[in-house]
T-cell receptor, first 108, second 113 residues
Framework: KNEVEQSPQNLTAQEGEFITINCSYS?????LHWLQQHPGGGIVSLFM???GKKKHGRLIATINIQEKHSSLHITASHPRDSAVYICAVSGSARQLTFGSGTQLTVLP | NAGVTQTPKFQVLKTGQSMTLQCAQDMNHEYMSWYRQDPGMGLRLIHY???????DQGEVPNGYNVSRSTTEDFPLRLLSAAPSQTSVYFC????????????FGSGTRLTVV
């Protein structure tokens, strides 16, 4: 069973700051997913990665397959970025194993 | 395009009652799955299906049943509700073929008293 660890568990930033959330996993995977969950809301898929780097707006996700590590970066953070960010990994069977999430609060 | 639709959004059950959480998707996804989310535990897989007529257990299947009679629908049944099943439940779907992300429903908050 894959173990997925996220850090930090909680993160408070000032508006405009550059934010990094980390994710590491224990066993080889077919893909890594970054998800966003707003308070009281559903879960939105941000990125799916199997190698390299992806960018969408102010969000950047990277993965290092050899080191079994991924990072999610938010540039020029904004209060609307406040949410729980969840890392999940999937193997060939498509089942997801989730990290426990990072609660991000961006203060104005 | 509705995506993944979960009903109900909220439910309160008494211990021992049964109920069905509904999940429907309109994206022709073969893979559908149910998760529960508990504070401090993260999301955990309950059951999943890779196509109509095919289901399998996930990490925490006890107390839950599923069936998949159509591609679109994947209901989750609580046979005899227990307080330990108080949780937020999410349904998600995807293509079986790798390279595609997952679409999640908006969740069902279940309280068992």
């Amino acid at each position: 069973k894959n173990e997925v660890e996220q850090s930090p568990q909680n993160l408070t930033a000032q508006e405009g700051e550059f934010i990094t959330i980390n994710c590491s996993y224990s066993v080889g995977i077919s893909a890594l997913h970054w998800l966003q969950q707003h308070p009281g809301g559903g879960i939105v898929s941000l990125f799916m990665l199997s190698s390299g780097k992806k960018k969408h707006g102010r969000l950047i996700a990277t993965i290092n397959i050899q080191e079994k590590h991924s990072s999610l970066h938010i540039t020029a953070s904004h209060p609307r970025d406040s949410a729980v960010y969840i890392c999940a990994v999937s193997g060939s069977a498509r089942q997801l194993t989730f990290g426990s999430g990072t609660q991000l609060t961006v203060l104005p | 395009n509705a995506g993944v639709t979960q009903t109900p959004k909220f439910q309160v059950l008494k211990t021992g009652q049964s109920m069905t959480l509904q999940c429907a998707q309109d994206m022709n996804h073969e893979y559908m799955s149910w998760y529960r989310q508990d504070p401090g535990m993260g999301l955990r897989l309950i059951h999943y299906s890779v196509g109509a007529g095919i289901t399998d257990q996930g990490e925490v299947p006890n107390g839950y049943n599923v069936s998949r009679s159509t591609t679109e629908d994947f209901p989750l049944r609580l046979l005899s509700a227990a307080p330990s099943q108080t949780s937020v439940y999410f349904c998600a779907s995807s293509y079986v073929q790798g390279g595609y992300g997952y679409t999640f429903g908006s969740g069902t908050r279940l309280t068992v008293v």
